[in-house]
């Protein structure tokens, strides 16, 4: 499994971004894929995280940590393969590399080594 991130820029605040992972390979394998973020100097961090399941992978099921609850929007197309992280209200403090992974087992995960493949970083800086 591949992953792609995408979609980050140079944004002010209270703007909004999309980011985009994209998947490819063996992708019915994948049931989670979560975003985390890491700034400089800090330990990544879990952002958010989507998990599908069912006869026809439609229940879904996400979850945000508490800094970007309310703020941004995880979501999928299945038909394209790709998970996008909506970001709205844009902080400074949300600047950071952000990294798409996924994961084979099914769970919303907080924790890092749950995911089996991480995708390259997509940057994220919010200024005044």
């Known amino acids: 499994v591949q992953l792609q991130a995408s979609g980050g820029g140079l944004v002010q605040i209270g703007g909004s971004l999309r980011l985009s992972c994209a998947r490819s390979?063996?992708?019915?394998?994948?049931?989670?894929v979560g975003w985390f973020r890491q700034a400089p100097g800090k330990e990544r961090e879990f952002v958010s995280a989507?998990?599908?399941?069912?006869?026809?992978?439609?229940?879904?099921?996400?979850d945000y940590s508490d800094s970007v609850k309310g703020r941004f929007t995880i979501s999928r197309d299945g038909a394209k393969n790709t998970v996008y992280l909506q970001m709205n209200s844009l902080k400074p403090e949300d600047t950071a590399v952000y990294y798409c992974?996924?994961?084979?087992?099914?769970?919303?995960?907080?924790?890092?080594?749950?995911?089996?493949?991480w995708g390259q970083g997509t940057l994220v800086t919010v200024s005044s």
């Open positions: 390979g063996r992708t019915s394998s994948i049931s989670t």
């Open positions: 992974a996924a994961a084979i087992n099914y769970g919303l995960k907080d924790d890092p080594t749950f995911y089996n493949y």
């Open positions: 989507i998990n599908w399941s069912g006869s026809t992978w439609t229940t879904i099921r996400t």
